[in-house]
């Protein structure tokens, strides 16, 4: 159906195209998520819907003791880095 369903606009999908890439997370080759901040893998508790329905990553950093959630929307504008042990390495 046009126009109903998360990213099923044209408009919808034109923003994600458009949006500046993520830089709160990185992700690694081999798929783990690393803070943005410190560089530090972050530890998943799982994921949990939002306010609006839509699914978030429930992820928290313990150098930084930040909680960082990720929506699912976000996704597809993780950059990826090198991996080096369990820090960031920027490329
Ligand atoms: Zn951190």
Known sequence: MEGVGKLGRKS???????????????????????????????????SAANKMG???????????????ILPEDMFPRISLCEEAGDTLVAS
């Open 54 to 68: 839509r699914r978030e990553l429930q992820s928290f950093c313990l150098a930084c003791i930040e909680h960082v």
């Open 12 to 46: 919808d999908r034109d923003l994600l195209r458009n949006a500046p890439p993520v830089t709160m997370v990185f992700i690694t080759p081999s798929g783990q998520l690393l803070h943005g901040k410190c560089g530090r893998v972050l530890k998943i508790h799982g």
